[in-house]
């Protein structure tokens, strides 16, 4: 079985000596999970978290390991060198892509967002970070919305959000609940919450660069 998508190197596990375990989120075939040979010591086109590019992914059987043949076209995490908050940023987000998402299940729409949220990354923007949170958890079944009251379909005052429908509540009709629903605007706390319950519905924890993520 052979596979071969466009990609960003998300994870880099050492697996021996000279050899890595590489996660690779593909644009046409989702999560891969591979053996990248020689990564540990390449001294040349050393492979590396934030890269973007072209992979082969093949195995012989379908249950084996694969294994990757990576040709790395840019390195998007370069210019964030000097930029920790944007380090933080894409490592949160690489932490949850590698923990939530399933393999080779396609997610073409939350990979270019991906790929357009590392390049906005050089300029520090947590709203663009958020607005990536809340593709995913559309992706993982919370879709959240703020578009109207789902109490009493309003479009006004919509001051809250309901952790079990996702969905926005009016000042009114949240009124009773106040203390069981989330107040608005939408931050990174809030999204976190919703990523814990993903967590837990999935028996994983929570990855500890999305944890520790500070909010400004
Ligand atoms: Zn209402």
Redesign the pocket.
Do not use: F
């Given at each position: 079985m052979k596979l071969e998508s466009d990609g960003i190197l998300i994870e880099l596990k050492p697996f021996n000596e000279r050899d890595a375990i590489a996660r690779i989120f593909s644009r046409d075939c989702g999560i891969l999970i591979g053996l990248l040979r020689g990564a540990v010591v390449a001294k040349k086109n050393r492979p590396m978290v934030g890269q973007v590019g072209n992979v082969v992914w093949g195995a012989r059987l379908d249950s084996q390991l694969g294994v990757f043949h990576w040709e790395s076209e840019r390195n998007l995490a370069a210019g964030l060198i000097s930029n920790q908050t944007g380090l933080m940023l894409m490592n949160a987000a690489f932490g949850l892509l590698a923990t939530l998402l399933p393999e080779r299940e396609v997610y073409d729409a939350l990979y270019l967002k991906t790929l357009g949220l590392l390049q906005s990354l050089q300029q520090n923007l947590f709203s663009e970070y958020l607005n990536w949170e809340v593709s995913l958890l559309h992706d993982l079944g919370y879709a959240l919305d703020l578009s109207r009251?789902?109490?009493?379909?309003?479009t006004q005052?919509?001051g809250y959000l309901s952790p079990r429908t996702a969905r926005a509540?009016?000042?009114?009709?949240?009124m009773p609940y106040l203390d069981k629903v989330y107040k608005l605007p939408l931050n990174l706390n809030i999204t976190k919450r919703f990523l814990e319950s993903v967590c837990v519905q999935q028996g994983v924890p929570m990855p500890i660069m999305r944890d520790i993520l500070k909010i400004n």
């Open positions: 009251c789902s109490g009493c379909g309003g005052n919509l509540v009016c000042d009114k009709c949240a």
